[in-house]
């Protein structure tokens, strides 16, 4: 807000308290504005959550509906991959699990009981085996070396970025592909 003032006989004093309520209402809205915005996102985040266990239990009842008992005892892991997509091309299905820290011995083991589930109970006649992708923020290559030992899935670790490379830093890295 601005303000039009007539400085005929107004003396400093009175001009900084004028001032100072004006920084003061402009602290008071930005602080009810910041506590309004804080209130919606709480909220959205809120309903989210609550739409989101609405939609696992819907999803629940129809896989219970599809296959019978055996989906109760399946489902009571209460194990889930994180994204799951079907290959036209390849036939089968494509399994990624995200890991917010470093990738471990145990997620390597869980990617492989995701994969063994896939294909002993989705896979249909003519489906290859699921291909499974564990994408994490940091992995160490040998640990992950020695979790992968003897295991014949199609089981893949790698880190993710947040960033994609520039168009030097690509160019390094196609370049020590290429050696």
Known sequence: MSYVFI????????????????????NLVYRISDTYLQGQKNATISVNSHLVQTYWKIGQYIVEFEIGEKASHLLSWSHYVDLVFY?????CFVLIDLKKEEAGYEDVGQMNMYLGYFENEENTEGDNSPIGIVLAKEKDDLLIQYALHNISSQLFVNKYQLNLPNENEL?????????
């Open 87 to 91: 290959h036209r091309f390849l036939k």
């Open 7 to 26: 400085l005929k006989n107004i003396d400093s004093k009175k001009m900084e308290k004028l001032i100072r309520k004006e920084d003061n209402y402009k």
């Open 171 to 179: 160019r390094a890295i196609i370049n020590e592909q290429i050696k």
